[in-house]
């Protein structure tokens, strides 16, 4: 089937300039202009529009156990009230997986990872990605808090067995990347710890954070894992933490390091220990290391959740939780704590921290190294992000939110003295290429030969929250499966994983630990294909080497 | 193929048929049971999605006590590992946690990967005198009579620092034990407890982490009521009970509590999907109804009753089910495949019948 999308405006600033062109797709992928006058069987009139890839988020809770585990604290956050089409069942049940799936997609997503996927939860987690509809997800692998890693750490193991742990854990849960949350900090934690930096030492085990974040980053290049070790750093949401970001780029030594949600540790502290913006001295640390990504982690305002893994940080945020109800689960090594929270404009705290997040954006000299995500749904929903690259690309937009910031907000922050404003390039860079780049998926967030044909029309709206809120036109694998602005039907993607090779005797090893542990043997990490009965969910995505 | 399944499968048609039609004129159908895998239960709430049923599960205390803490007020849990291995101070709270210990052996080994845990000291509350049997490595056991939630109470007060009016010595040093848990876990049966309790439990377990840890580990639901739960919330959004009559989920426990509405005259036919049971409710006597029971249920098919036989899931056909071992699903293997259809085959046969009108 060949495919014409003809007469938009093309951007995407890794095939050249933006230009009015065509784009041509067979059988799922995009290609050259056909020789001669070969006719289309589709013709897409996008004349006028902006033509992009699909987009690309690489930091959003969207599965799992505790993403459920928050639905279930806080039905009155989600309650339905929209009867959904014959054609979408379940796709106006509020904060259900259809739900999630459709809304990403008529914003133009096509591909978001989910970025806890837990070793104990995998099945699950992979169960609910495999019933978001029409996107294609992908998840990290949570490591590093674990008792059979930290016990290789504290035997003094070799470099090729920490390697093989680490690929064993990835290849069994079927992650796309690894992720290693506050390093040691819910180890601790379950210890009995309420605080934990870069070298503090998890009790029983005799590893610091630092140790356990350079292990990580060694062995993810040890296996060839395309995505940079994916690091909720220590001291989340505390003044001063930009210290331990500062540190932790030391730490890494020139190596690949992505930090999740930088924003929150984007907090410098005044004389008397108050909250100020540390936005430049980050965009300067990162502009110094240009080993180092970042996503923002955007606050946005409004009730919303927090779900996390860093269990320290939610039973010290708890104090917090709005409505007053909250869940701590200690799991088999991180777990989950899940604290209501309500950004709100009346709070110069959060207004400051929704101003730290554009600085971040508006400073970083490149697009491509610090990424838009909320933290979905720590800092807001995803829903936002049409918002919040209306407030990138207008200036004026912007002037008008912060007109009524708070005094000690506005004298915390140098976001009223940025000029900048993204253009449609940037945006493309950063929510497309960028992330599929990072992410090891070179065949998507393009729209090159070979390309995946997953793109994107949108009106060149001046309103550019109705612009990227609904798309014209989407198509995954080329086929349509969005027009204006609404899903057309539940289409199904793709889960992308790795499938690292390991020593045998890891096999063995892991066999005896988890039989040991759980009493189950290897099926306690398992996901199974046959567990999806007749659904292809799962692609295999290719190691650096 | 034996005889027998031969002649099961050549009366489905038929059977799903009578189904669709039972279905077709029903003003409110209702799905409940699901004692079932998590295929059948997504199956199970496309049909109430298609059909505006209401849709229940079996393990009414699992929704009437433990889910509606979480949502009224949150909770602290373990895993079944963690209890198992962490734990330096275990509470077995009301006789249902003593059952489940000594039914399941979950503390029947001193091993751990925590060599520092050291020997278990166990408190039994409210447990009508009765200790488990099946628990190793014990340091010492207490014992506390006297009724659960009050004893809960009482703890949490003293816990709290306030003088408790009638507190026993074995009650005081009971408030001691708990506070010098390094990792306590109190091991409860929510069936053992109201609402009520169940959160006061909760409270006094969130009091007790200001100056140590301790965390909880509810004895799991009934046939698969975690994972008909937890495959209710990402699919609609919420747990169950859940009703589709607008178009969309609408979680209510009362509302759509299938005792209820079949007492009350409000469902007019039952699909009770119970794979792996329990048997058909009292209230389906005298409710058109739609059964998805295994081989041998004794159930009857007659006009109304329409009873469709289905493998058992882990059993007649591989199934990913609610793992209490590891507190997930886990895919289950066939450990003896046969012809008999899923239930979420059935389910799925009933859902496309009704959509092509066929009955």
Known sequence: MLIRLKGGRVVDPTQGPSSVRDVWIRDGRVIEAPQGDEPADVVHDVSGKVVMAGAVDVHSHIAGGNVSLARQLLPEL??????ASAALPF?????????????YAEMGFTTVVEPALTPTAALHTHLELADIPIIDRGALTVVGNDDHFLKLLRDGESRD???????????????????????????????????????????????????????????????????????????????????TIKATIAAAEGRPLHFAHIQFYAYGKDADGGMTSAAEEISAAMAAAPNITADVGQVMFGPTVTISLDLMKQWSGKAYASPKKWTIFDGDAEGGGIVPFHYKTSNWINQLQWAIGLELFLRSEDPARMLMTTDHPNGGLFTWYPTILALLMDKELRDRWTAVLPEQAKARTGLMSLEREYTLEEVATMTRSAPAKLLGLPDRGHLGPGAVADVSVYDDNPDRVAMFTGARLVLKDGNPVVRDGKALGWAMGRTHQLSPDYDGAMDRRMTTYLTDRFGVGPSAFAVPDAAFGERENFQVEALLK | MSADTKEQLAGLDERIARAVGLLAKARLPLISGLGADVDAVRAALLLAQKTGAA??????AHIAVELRVTADAGHMATTSAEARNRADTVVFAGPGAIDFADDSGLFATAETPYDWRGDRTVLCLGTGGRVPSSV????????VGGPLAGRLGALKAIVAGRTVAGADAALTAAAETLKAARFGVVVVDPADL??????????????????????????????????????????????LRVG??????????????????????????????????????????????????PPGSGATDSADHVVIEVGVPGVDHGAVLADTVVDGFSFVPASA?????????????ITAGLATGAS
Request: no cysteine.
């Open chain 2, 55 to 60: 849709v229940d599960h079996a393990a009414a």
């Open chain 2, 136 to 143: 190793a490595a014990v340091a010492a056991t207490h014992l």
């Open chain 2, 337 to 349: 495949p046969s012809a008999l259809p899923t239930a979420a085959a059935i389910l799925a046969a």
């Open chain 2, 194 to 239: 109201d609402r009520f309790g169940f959160e006061l439990l909760h409270a006094l377990v969130k009091d007790l982490n200001d100056t140590t840890r301790f965390t909880t580990l509810p004895v799991p639901a009934s046939h698969q009521g975690r994972g008909a739960n937890l495959v209710s919330t990402w699919t609609t959004g919420g747990r």
């Open chain 2, 244 to 293: 589709f009559g607008r178009g969309y989920p609408e979680q209510d426990d009362w509302q759509f509590d299938g005792t209820r509405l079949a007492a009350a005259g409000e469902a007019d036919v039952l699909v009770w999907v119970g794979p792996l049971g329990p048997g058909l409710p009292d209230y389906a006597t005298n409710l058109p109804t739609i059964a998805l029971v």
């Open chain 1, 161 to 243: 067995a920490i390697r093989d742990a680490i690929a064993y854990h990835l290849k069994a849960t079927r992650g796309l990347g690894i992720k290693v949350i506050n390093a040691g900090g819910p180890a601790a934690f379950h210890s009995g710890l309420r605080t934990f930096d870069l070298d503090d030492v998890v009790p029983h085990y005799g590893a610091t954070s630092r140790r356990i974040v350079e292990t990580l980053l060694t062995a993810a290049a040890d296996i060839g894992i395309p995505h940079p070790l994916h690091l909720h750093a220590n001291n989340l949401g505390v003044p001063g933490a930009v210290d």
């Open chain 1, 91 to 103: 796709g106006t049940a509020r904060w259900s997986s259809w739900e999630i799936g459709r809304l």
């Open chain 1, 78 to 83: 989600h309650v339905s009230e929209d009867p």
